[in-house]
């Protein structure tokens, strides 16, 4: 059965960081893109950017580009997520998601939620001002 359990959010004032965890289990965890969502209260959910199978390659949101980062550790089955200089249009529950990687794929098919197989349950992060 496959797991995925997000960490590390909370209450952060504007302009300052939050490290999100997701540990993954019941996969082999180096076989899959993880992605990072996030949806606001009312608005649907958001690309927020993936990481390949390998680590050798990450694509961010415009949005976030350049403030948060994702990286991985395929030996502790992790993935995490760097945010920085965080916005109030930041808070949001944010989720981890995973798809099995095919041998190829065209970068911008998983910017789409709907590709993914597994989601974790989601934690919240608030930016307050």
């Known amino acids: 059965q496959v797991q995925l359990v997000e960490s590390g959010g909370g209450l952060v004032q504007a302009g300052g960081s939050l490290r999100l965890y997701c540990a993954a289990s019941?996969?082999?965890?180096?076989?899959?893109?993880m992605g990072w969502f996030r949806q606001a209260p009312g608005k649907e959910r958001e690309f927020v950017g993936y990481?390949?199978?390998?680590?050798?390659?990450?694509y961010y949101a415009y949005s976030v580009k350049d403030r948060f980062t994702i990286s991985r550790d395929n030996a502790k089955n992790m993935v995490s997520l760097q945010m920085n200089s965080l916005l109030l249009e930041d808070t949001a529950a944010y989720y981890c998601?995973?798809?099995?990687?095919?041998?190829?794929?065209?970068?911008?098919?998983?910017?789409?939620?709907?590709?993914?197989?597994?989601w974790g349950q989601g934690t919240q992060v608030t930016v307050s001002s």
């Open positions: 990481i390949s199978a390998t680590g050798d390659n990450t």
């Open positions: 998601a995973a798809d099995m990687s095919p041998a190829s794929y065209s970068p911008l098919v998983y910017y789409a939620a709907a590709v993914y197989e597994y």
């Open positions: 019941g996969l082999t965890f180096s076989n899959y893109i």
